[in-house]
């Protein structure tokens, strides 16, 4: 049975170095740029369903790729192929702000390095999840894993902490850049797990039905069972509620069960 290909990722990108005469309130003028941003690293895995049963791409695996080696820390070129490949290849990417940052960073980069757009795919963004959905007291991933995650969590503490880990890489230091990638890595991991933590509260999410070839209704955990809950209104509809007994999630059909005369009653009175 087919099914989507759906991609997990991150990316860590180096800081803009310029001139600046003050710590606080600076409007910092292209001229007084000294060194623009690029990608550093970035590391991906196809999503496996809750339970590790499937796994939604080629193959289990966390990929990771960096700019350790590299002769010019800010030449990006050959680090992006590795990304934009994935892209490439996704149906649907996963990512944790990834709508306002790490795609457009990327596009961005492929654009001055004169590398291809990938294909269009779709893109669920946990941030924009909990903003729309939770009040809590941060969106950021360090809290929603540290509050919801039981297996990964993101890293805080660390050998090169805040911004030393950026400085280091940038220095080319080894142990650094050894560091960046378990840092990296775990974020993946951390925002696969919160994927499934808050999917089931996820309204607008991608409908993943449409990726698999037969007629029965997959949830956007992969689970296939499900159970009648009920009838979901709207201002001229009634429909058969359904609710997986997987992971909570909501769907229902596309039948209305309205009868003709309902249908036309509602509308004159909604005049």
């Known amino acids: 049975m087919s ?18 005469w003050a710590l606080f309130d600076q409007n910092i003028g292209l001229n007084q740029i000294v060194q623009d941003w690029n990608v550093l690293s970035w590391s991906a895995k196809w999503l496996e369903s809750e339970d590790k049963t499937v796994v939604y791409g080629p193959h289990r695996k966390i990929m990771y790729e960096d700019l350790r080696t590299s002769r010019d820390v800010h030449n990006d070129k050959n680090l992006l192929k590795g990304i934009r490949k994935l892209l490439d290849e996704a149906d649907v990417v996963i990512t944790q702000n990834g709508v306002a940052f790490d795609s457009k960073k990327l596009n961005a980069r492929f654009l001055l390095n004169k590398i291809p757009k990938p294909s269009s795919y779709k893109h669920i963004d946990t941030l924009k999840i909990a903003k729309s959905v939770f009040k809590f007291t941060s969106n950021k991933l360090e809290y929603m894993t540290d509050k919801l995650c039981t297996k990964y969590k993101k ?45 089931p509260w996820d309204t607008t999410s991608v409908n993943f039905n449409l990726y698999h070839d037969g007629i029965e209704t997959v949830c956007k955990c992969g689970s296939r069972d499900y159970k009648r809950n009920g009838y979901a209104y709207t201002s001229t509809g009634k429909f058969t509620r359904y609710k997986c007994l997987s992971c909570g999630s909501e769907t229902r059909d596309r039948k209305n069960l309205l009868t003709k005369e309902k249908k036309e009653f509602l509308k004159v009175n909604s005049k």
């Open 155 to 199: 890293i805080t503490k660390r050998k090169y902490a805040g911004f030393e880990l950026w400085k280091e890489c940038l220095k080319g230091n080894l142990d650094a850049w050894k560091e960046m990638e378990v840092y990296n890595k775990h974020d993946v991991l951390s925002l696969e797990e919160l994927y499934y933590k808050l999917i």
């Open 3 to 20: 099914k989507p290909k759906v991609l997990v990722f991150d990316i860590e990108t180096s800081p803009i170095i310029s001139y600046t």
